[in-house]
Nanobody
Framework: QVQLVESGGGLVQAGGSLRLSCAAS????????MGWFRQAPGKERDFVAA????????YYADSVKGRFTISRDNAKNTVYLQMNSLKPEDTAVYYC???????????????WGQGTQVTVSS
């Protein structure tokens, strides 16, 4: 069992930056792939970024490539999402997720956090 708690969301102006954190409980965190997804009002949940358990490989949605960076610190049981050059269309609730498979598809994740709101003003 893994419990995930996101933090770091907030209100930022377009062009600004935020860093989201996702703290995980459990001793097996390092064996899970981690992902970030987001859901804007009235829209489906979308993939944002993912990282394998070693941190050696990362994956990004085209919409955030070059602006967002996912990383993890297995010693701290934490995964991060550094978001730069934020745009109003990045406004959404951001969720972190853990799964044995990981990748771009939400059905490959077994555990989800409660989400953190990111609002980007124009």
């Amino acid at each position: 069992q893994v419990q995930l708690v996101e933090s770091g969301g907030g209100l930022v102006q377009a062009g600004g930056s935020l860093r989201l954190s996702c703290a995980a409980s459990g001793r097996t965190f390092s064996s899970y792939a981690m992902g970030w997804f987001r859901q804007a009002p009235g829209k489906e949940r979308d993939f944002v970024a993912a990282i394998i358990w070693t941190g050696a490989s990362t994956y990004y949605a085209d919409s955030v490539k070059g602006r967002f960076t996912i990383s993890r610190d297995n010693a701290k049981n934490t995964v991060y999402l550094q978001m730069n050059s934020l745009k109003p269309e990045d406004t959404a609730v951001y969720y972190c997720a853990a799964g044995r498979v990981g990748g771009r598809f939400d059905y490959n994740y077994n555990y989800w956090g409660q989400g953190t709101q990111v609002t980007v003003s124009s």
